[in-house]
C-alpha cells in the first residue's frame, strides 16, 4: 500500500471519530440542574463549545435558562468556589460594615490565604473581598465563626441554604473547600448558585474587582484579584477559582454583553491555564447565540387615545428604536401602557404612555410614547358638545321634563287668564 493511500485511510478514519467528539463536547444537560426557582429550560442543539473540563456548563444569567453543559450534573469536588456559599451565608447573616475579630486559623500547604493575625479587626466587607479576590481560606474561617457561633454550625447553615436554592447535586463538609468526603457541588449548582449572588448589588460588585484597599485593616492592604478571566475581555464580570490536587483546576466566570448575561462553569480543568480559556470559550460561544433584533422602530404607531370633547384620535408613537438580544425561538412580546382618552392642552412630543418589551417573558426594556401633534385647548363650545355626547340620554329625560313642565305652566296661565275674563263679564 502507497503512502498516500494509507494518508487517505487515516483522512477517513479522522474523519468519521471526528462527530463523536464533537457529540461528546456538546451534550446537553438535563433542565433539572438549573431549574432551581421553577423555570423552563431549553436545550439547543447547535454545534456546542470546545472545552477541555471534564464538566462545564453555560447558563443565561437572567433566566437560568441552560445554554449547553457536559456532565452538569456530575457531583464533583469544586475546592474553592465552595466559597461561594461561603459568601452567600455571610451576607444573608452578617452587615458589611461590621468590624469583626479574625479567629485563629492554621491553613494546609499551598493554601491561599490573607495572612490575618488572630484578633486583627477587620470588616465583613473586606473579608468578602479576600475570600473572593484572594481566596482566602482565614477569611472564610472567620466569617463562619462571626457569624455562626461555630464551623459546624456555619456549614449546616450552608447545607440549608444550599436545599432551600434547590441545589440537589450540592453538599457541603467545610466553608473553605478543602477536600473532603461530603463537600461537593455540579456545574449547574455552582451556575445556579452564582445567579443568585449576583442579584445581590454588593456581591455583584466584589465579584467584578480587579483590585482593592482594604481600608478597615490598619494600616490599609492593597489586594488584587486571581481570577485572570477578568483581564481576558472587558465585559467580563467575575467570578470565583478553584483549585485542588483532587478537584484539578475550577473556575466561574460571568459576563456582559448587550443587556445578556450569561454565567459559565469549568470543573477539573487540565491545567491553570484551561480553566480560564474554557471560561472564556463558553462565555464567547454564548454569546454568538444571540442576535439583535429591532423589536420597536422610531416613530411606529402603538396607541391612539381618543380626544375629548373635539373628537378624533391622537395618535402616539415611538420616542426611540429599540433592539432586543434574543435566541432562535424566544418569542418577543410588546405590552403598551396608555391613556384611553386624553384632553387638551397637549404639547406635540408630550410623554403619553409606555411601551415595554419583553423577551420569554422577561423584561428587556422600555421605550416612552409621544404626542404625534399639538391639541389645543377645548373650547366652551367644544366642551357643551362634547358633554351633550357624552349625556344623551340624561340630557333628552331633562328636555322631556323642562317641555311637560312648560306644557302644564302653559295650561295653567291659560286658565288663569279665562278666568280673569269671565269675572270682566
Not at 228 to 250: D, N, Q, R, S
Not at 309 to 315: A, D, K
Not at 381 to 395: Q, T
Not at 406 to 416: D, F, K, P, Q, T
Request: proline share 4%; with cysteine; glycine share 10%.
Amino acid at each position: 500500500m502507497t503512502w498516500r493511500r494509507i494518508g487517505a485511510l487515516l483522512l477517513v478514519l479522522l474523519g468519521a471519530l471526528a462527530p463523536v467528539a464533537t457529540a461528546g463536547g456538546a451534550e446537553s444537560s438535563q433542565s433539572k440542574g438549573a431549574g432551581h426557582g421553577g423555570g423552563k429550560h431549553h436545550q439547543h442543539q447547535t454545534k456546542g463549545p470546545h472545552v477541555l473540563a471534564k464538566s462545564w456548563a453555560l447558563i443565561d444569567g437572567r433566566t437560568g435558562e441552560v445554554l449547553t453543559s457536559h456532565a452538569g450534573e456530575e457531583r464533583r469536588l469544586v475546592a474553592s468556589t465552595t466559597k461561594l456559599m461561603t459568601a452567600y451565608v455571610a451576607m444573608k447573616d452578617l452587615p458589611l460594615a461590621k468590624i469583626v475579630k479574625a479567629q485563629p486559623y492554621e491553613y494546609e500547604y499551598g493554601e491561599s490565604v490573607m495572612g490575618l493575625r488572630a484578633g486583627q479587626k477587620i470588616s465583613v466587607e473586606d473579608l468578602l473581598y479576600g475570600l473572593i479576590l484572594l481566596s482566602a481560606g482565614d477569611a472564610a474561617h472567620t466569617l463562619a465563626i462571626d457569624s455562626a457561633g461555630s464551623v459546624k454550625k456555619f456549614v449546616a447553615e450552608m447545607n440549608r441554604y444550599a436545599a432551600a436554592l434547590g441545589l440537589t447535586n450540592t453538599h457541603y463538609a467545610n466553608p473553605v473547600g478543602l477536600d473532603q468526603r461530603g463537600n461537593y457541588s455540579s456545574a449547574l449548582d455552582l451556575a445556579a448558585l452564582t445567579m443568585e449572588l449576583e442579584k445581590i448589588p454588593a456581591f455583584a460588585k466584589i465579584a467584578d474587582t480587579r483590585e482593592k484597599t482594604l481600608k478597615s485593616l490598619h494600616p490599609p492592604r492593597k489586594i488584587k484579584t486571581i481570577n485572570e478571566l477578568l483581564e481576558m475581555a472587558p465585559w467580563v464580570t467575575g467570578v470565583k477559582t478553584g483549585h485542588t490536587w483532587k478537584a484539578g483546576y475550577v473556575l466561574v466566570g460571568s459576563g456582559e454583553k448587550r443587556g445578556i448575561h450569561l454565567i459559565s462553569v469549568a470543573i477539573d480543568a487540565p491545567t491553570d491555564e484551561t480553566r480560564f480559556s474554557d471560561n472564556l470559550e463558553l462565555l464567547e460561544w454564548g454569546f454568538r447565540q444571540y442576535h439583535r433584533r429591532k423589536a420597536l422602530h422610531k416613530g411606529e404607531e402603538l396607541a391612539s387615545p381618543a380626544i375629548r370633547y373635539s373628537g378624533g384620535e391622537l395618535p402616539l408613537l415611538v420616542a426611540h428604536p429599540l433592539k432586543v438580544a434574543l435566541r432562535d425561538g424566544q418569542k418577543v412580546e410588546v405590552d403598551v401602557e396608555a391613556p384611553r382618552e386624553v384632553t387638551g392642552p397637549i404639547r406635540r412630543g408630550a410623554r403619553l404612555g409606555t411601551a415595554t418589551v419583553s423577551v420569554d417573558g422577561l423584561r428587556a426594556g422600555s421605550v416612552p410614547l409621544l404626542a404625534s401633534r399639538r391639541i389645543p385647548a377645548a373650547s366652551a363650545f367644544d366642551k357643551a358638545r362634547g358633554f351633550i355626547g357624552e349625556h344623551p340620554l340624561p340630557l333628552a329625560i331633562a328636555a322631556c321634563a323642562i317641555l311637560v313642565v312648560a306644557m302644564l305652566l302653559g295650561r295653567s296661565v291659560r286658565r288663569i287668564r279665562r278666568g280673569k275674563r269671565v269675572k270682566k263679564k
